[in-house]
């Protein structure tokens, strides 16, 4: 039987990694997104709103959720997708602060005081999401779409060149995001049975883009990496600090710690951690012609 | 259709330099034009207003019977338009398959399996036509110059193009791979493909092209079959510098 305490450590995990893949799913197409706070929120609100106040049972709440939130995410794609760069991750923390912004102004769904629900998500519910979300976006990748995605990622002229339409395949990668991100609020709602605006701010934002960055967003297992890597090493600095009088300094310090491995990162593996390379050469030599199949 | 392509009249300026001046030729179909030129004469920049990478000034290309003048560049690989550069341009965090199924991403379903069989099939007949049969799941960033310069030449092919544009095709190959390249792109040629080819390497042109656009300063100095390009005055001034620079060089 699981402690309480791994209980909510897995599922923060269960919950990081869906979101970690709703920042992904863009950044793969070379969208920087500073605002998944706001897919998140939005699809935590709509979620909870409807096991709450309209009784819906879990999944066809947490499919509402995640459908309001792409469909927020695809009219918004349109103006932020005329950003660029810097100005588009701007873009992207705005939406969030308005996402957060409106919310807190509407009183039928708590206002300042938040969201309460009695529906509950553990982690029979979070797991199993957890991995569909990876299983999708893993398979999402590996087709056509996914290839004019990550060819965008390289070369956006080029890839035009070759047919890719860039606003369409820009829109849809965005739109599937913000799908995810809701998902991964409906699913954070219903672990802690309630969501204000300041569970989700714009550090949280910061945290997810600091996963799929670190992880790596030339494969589909650079998010997964990152998420579980800075979910879990944390969690283990505090745990060894309570075991150990001599790591006490790891309960405070190892913030300090994240921040250094941060910055260590960025110099050493400014791709992320996990490279395509890397996979190639984890994998094994390529496989010759005859094999049958390809790396994709 | 007599013509794979007809440049009829196009300019292109970038601020006050103009870059090609009223330039007009036409690519017989399934012919093998190379378009040469001193460095700075306009080809790279033609073959971009061709691909529609840069929009026209003024003037007008008609390519395989289409009017490409104001065509968006994501739809001219449907009219048959393929094209490879002159500074390689492959996906780098691509494997060399994904790069080349890229080539048929426009008559392909968006959610076929990239790793399905059926999909990677034709890439793999492709690669192996081209001798680079070894690096299927290679990460092209990680391959030799010769082997990515050939893999574009594949992506390009992989379109199924009636009209292909090869930039500097053999710009660092070593002879063994120009040959490869000059008898891959012969077979290319045979099979109904009209090659326009941007190339310095003079040899490589005489031995491929039967037809040859010179440019100079973004103007059109000669046309004509590539024998006759070497007897021209215009051509040799463009390469050699004046008259009197040439007579100078052959007193000497």
Request: aromatic share 8%.
């Amino acid at each position: 039987m699981i402690s309480g305490y791994w209980s909510g450590v897995l599922g923060m995990l269960a919950i990081n990694i869906v979101v970690a893949y709703s920042v992904f799913v863009p950044a793969a197409a070379g969208l920087l997104n500073l605002g998944s706070a706001g897919f998140v929120l939005l699809g935590a609100y709509m979620a909870g709103a409807m096991t709450s106040l309209f009784g819906l049972p879990l999944a066809a709440a947490l499919l509402l959720g995640s459908l309001t939130a792409g469909a927020v995410a695809f009219l918004i794609s349109f103006p932020i997708l005329r950003t660029r760069g810097i100005y588009m991750v701007l873009a992207t923390f705005a939406f969030a602060e308005v996402v957060a912004g409106v919310l807190l102004n509407i009183p039928a769904l708590g206002g300042a005081a938040g969201l309460s629900v009695m529906a509950y998500a553990g982690l029979p519910v979070l797991i199993p999401s957890a991995v569909a979300v990876v299983v999708a976006v893993a398979w999402l990748m590996r087709t056509r779409f996914g290839l004019s995605v990550r060819a965008l990622h390289d070369d956006e002229s080029v890839a035009g060149l070759f047919g890719v339409h860039l606003r369409l395949t820009q829109v849809m990668a965005f739109t599937v995001g913000g799908a995810i991100g809701g998902l991964g609020g409906g699913l954070l709602v219903h672990q802690f049975n309630f969501i204000d605006v300041q569970s989700t701010g714009a550090l949280f934002s910061i945290y997810v883009l600091l996963y799929v960055l670190m992880g790596g967003t030339q494969t589909v297992w650079g998010p997964l990496f990152g998420a579980t890597f800075f979910t879990l090493v944390p969690e283990a600095f505090r745990k060894l600090a309570e075991i150990s009088p001599a790591l006490k300094f790891l309960e405070a310090g190892r913030y300090m710690i994240f921040g250094i491995a941060v910055v260590l990162l960025m110099m050493l593996r400014p791709q992320g951690v996990i490279t395509r390379t890397l996979v190639e050469r984890l994998s094994g030599p390529a496989k010759p012609a005859s094999s049958g199949r390809g790396s994709a | 259709m007599k013509n794979a392509l007809s440049v009829s009249d196009v300019s292109k300026a970038f601020g006050g330099l103009t870059v090609i001046d009223r330039v007009s030729f036409d690519v017989p179909r399934g012919s093998r034009t190379a378009l040469i030129g001193p460095n700075g004469a306009g080809k790279s920049t033609l073959f971009n207003l061709i691909s529609g990478v840069y929009s026209v000034d003024q003037g007008r290309i008609v390519a395989l019977g289409q009017d490409i003048t104001k065509l968006p560049l994501a739809r001219r690989i449907g009219v048959g338009i393929a094209r490879s550069f002159q500074n390689i341009r492959l996906m780098p965090h691509l494997s060399t398959l994904e790069n080349v199924m890229l080539g048929e991403h426009h008559f392909s379903p968006a959610w076929q399996l990239v790793s399905s069989a059926r999909a990677s099939q034709r890439a793999r007949a492709a690669l192996q036509e081209a001798g680079l049969h070894d690096y299927p799941g290679q990460v092209v960033a990680d391959l030799p110059y010769g082997v990515q310069k050939r893999i574009e030449v594949v992506r390009a092919l992989m379109a199924k193009p009636g009209l292909m544009l090869l930039d500097e095709p053999a710009a660092g190959l070593n002879s063994g791979e120009t040959h490869e390249l000059r008898a891959l792109l012969g077979r290319v040629s045979a099979s109904g493909v009209t090659l326009v080819v941007v190339e310095h390497d003079m040899p490589f042109v005489k031995h491929l092209c039967d037809h040859v656009v010179v440019l100079n300063f973004g103007r059109k100095i000669f046309e004509g079959s590539p024998q006759n390009v070497r007897k021209d005055a215009a051509v040799l001034e463009a390469y050699l510098g004046s008259a009197d620079v040439m007579e100078d060089a052959r007193a000497a």
